[in-house]
């Protein structure tokens, strides 16, 4: 589900999956939920400012994509929740790391 931005995953956006991920080292665009386990763990405040960079660095590239697919203004507004979670998140916790 982490994913997931409609029935088109990030993995297949990419062409990258996290079985691929791990055997490569690959550490690219999103590989911060490529590589995240559904079942357990935390997302932390460095791989969620990444996040929130790539979300904003690829959303015209998404823009794009999404007029390419069935359902696409579907996947585009998942895409751009997504987005904004992660710059919700990364936000709160670069305000928390701050505080001594």
Known sequence: MATTTGEITLQEWLGMSAKKSWASGWNGPFCGLINFPGNEGVIGPVVTA???????????????????????????????????????????????????
């Open 50 to 100: 990444k996040l929130a960079k790539d979300f904003a660095e690829f959303e015209h590239r998404a823009e794009e994509y999404s007029a390419s697919i069935p359902d696409g203004t579907d996947w585009l507004e998942n895409y751009r929740e997504w987005k904004c979670a992660f710059e919700m998140a990364a936000k709160d916790a670069a305000g928390k790391a701050t505080v001594a």
